[in-house]
């Protein structure tokens, strides 16, 4: 029945040679401001909480909060700030549902490469009006290798419930970057998150492109597009939800983290 919404053969090559595929208007403005209603419901959730130690790691600040097995981001030059959560699904029964709209599954079946697909992990990117800090240039990969059963086998399919624009940091790719594998990293002691991130000084930013799209645009891409984004200069979010998928069956990144949330806390 949803046959039509797999890759056509056009994507299919857009994909393998681009690295991504973009499909403009796939969600309606009265899905948007639903499934919109969802995230903020759950923003305002998070911010409700009694809060744990934020921590700077990286060129993130992250708040752990062992309860809810989620980790909390919150912006580099307001802590105060919203920036994000991940993972979100076992958080927000509505939001649990869209992940498996056929708009987001289908495609990425052909994305994954295997017709039984399954959640790895979802994130959720605010971005808010003026504060709504960049995302540093990376790869997914790198940070999905120890903990994914095969990250190799990971997809991305990301929803704009904003349009995405210039001033207020939409997605910017590296068109075939995806088939060099993983790109230089930061040089840092291992254990510290920011060797995830790429090595900016060792990278043509010229290779960057802007994806300049409307609201209800889900771009789908693999675990090696090289992306980033930029701050928010306008008065609007710029709201973004980011569904990843794998082969079925196999452990989720809320499953490791459970795992390591129940483990002791040091003394």
Not at 1 to 6: D, F, I, Q, T
Not at 29 to 38: M, P, T, V
Not at 101 to 112: A, C, G, S, T, Y
Not at 239 to 261: E, H, I, K
């Amino acid at each position: 029945m949803a046959e039509h919404l797999r890759l056509s053969p056009d994507e299919k090559g857009a994909l393998e040679r681009d690295g991504f595929v973009v499909r403009e208007r796939v969600f309606d403005a009265r899905e948007l401001h639903e499934i919109a209603g969802a995230c903020e419901e759950l923003c305002q959730r998070l911010l409700d909480l009694r809060r744990k130690r934020k921590w700077p790691v990286g060129s993130y600040v992250f708040e752990l909060q062992r309860e809810l097995n989620t980790m909390v981001k919150w912006e580099t030059h307001d802590h105060d700030a919203l920036q994000g959560v991940e993972p979100f699904a076992h958080l927000s029964e509505p939001l649990r549902l869209w992940a498996h709209d056929p708009r987001f599954l289908e495609p990425m079946k052909d994305v994954v490469g295997i017709d039984e697909i399954g959640l790895f992990t979802e994130k959720l990117n605010v971005k808010r009006g003026h504060v709504g800090g960049p995302i540093v240039l990376h790869q997914d990969h790198p940070y999905w290798v120890d903990v994914a059963e095969n990250a190799d086998e990971v997809g991305t399919a990301m929803l704009f419930l904003d349009d995405a624009t210039l001033e207020n940091g939409c997605l910017e790719v590296v068109p075939g970057s995806h088939r060099s594998g993983e790109a230089p990293r930061r040089e840092l002691a291992d254990g510290d998150f920011g060797q995830f991130e790429m090595d900016r000084d060792r990278f043509d930013h010229a290779r960057l492109v802007p994806l300049v799209v409307p609201a209800g645009t889900v771009v789908y891409f693999g675990p090696y597009l090289v992306h980033q984004s930029q701050h928010n200069h306008t008065e609007r979010d710029r709201r973004a939800l980011l569904y990843s998928y794998q082969p079925a069956g196999r452990r989720t990144l809320q499953d490791v983290q459970a795992r390591q949330y129940a483990k002791p806390r040091s003394a």
